[in-house]
T-cell receptor, first 114, second 112 residues
């Protein structure tokens, strides 16, 4: 069966510090991968998606970046965090191809920038 | 045109009652409409989904009603239980893209 792992679960970082959040998927090949951010009391905002290794599409211009160094690994990074980067970050995957299927979400990372 | 508008923002229902959450969209290219359930501190989990070739889909106590002409869809939770207390998100996407557009969420509380 397929599983998605996201870590860390919580993170407190000072303003200006770097960020690296990692997401890995097991039990599938060539998944579509997504990073979402959920601000308090708001919906899910799509940040990045990837349909293959090295292929990253950005939805929202900001100081975050994403990389997919391996087929089932998706990393969200920042060189210098801002206070506004605080939020709940969610990684998700779905089977390959553009035909809509179920998107499976990780447990999320609660990031607080102080 | 890419937005999905969800209402209400919060909802309180008595145990055994019916919870109704509504969503509306503009983009007629959307062809997949899932609902996600999220408990505090957890990632969303798919609850039920519908495609526009049907007007209703039922799974247990959860039903999606879909009105293609009005570009609206809704989630009905019958016999609501305290364990249903969670935040519910509607979403929409279209074949050929990789984007899910989410509503802003509805926080449901079912009173015991």
């Amino acid at each position: 069966s397929q599983t998605i792992h996201q870590w860390p679960a919580t993170l407190v970082q000072p303003v200006g510090s770097p960020l690296s959040l990692e997401c890995t998927v097991e039990g599938t090949s060539n998944p579509n991968l997504y990073w979402y951010r959920q601000a308090a009391g708001r919906g899910l905002q799509l940040l990045f998606y990837s349909v293959g290794i090295g292929q990253i599409s950005s939805e929202v211009p900001q100081n975050l970046s994403a990389s997919r160094p391996q087929d089932r690994q998706f990393i969200l990074s920042s060189k210098k965090l801002l206070l506004s980067d605080s939020g709940f970050y969610l990684c998700a995957w779905e089977p390959p191809g553009a035909t809509r299927g179920e998107a499976f979400f990780g447990q999320g990372t609660r990031l607080t920038v102080v | 045109q890419q937005q999905v508008k969800q209402s209400p923002q919060s909802l309180i229902v008595q145990k055994g009652g019916i919870s109704i959450i509504n969503c509306a969209y503009e983009n007629t290219a959307f062809d997949y409409f899932p609902w996600y359930q999220q408990f505090p501190g957890k990632g969303p989990a798919l609850l039920i989904a519908i495609r526009p070739d049907v007007s209703e889909k039922k799974e247990g106590r959860f039903t999606i009603s879909f009105n293609k002409s009005a570009k609206q869809f809704s989630l009905h939770i019958m016999d609501s239980q305290p364990g249903d207390s969670a935040t519910y998100f509607c979403a929409a996407s279209s074949s050929g893209t990789y984007k899910y557009i989410f509503g802003t969420g509805t926080r449901l509380k079912v009173l015991a």
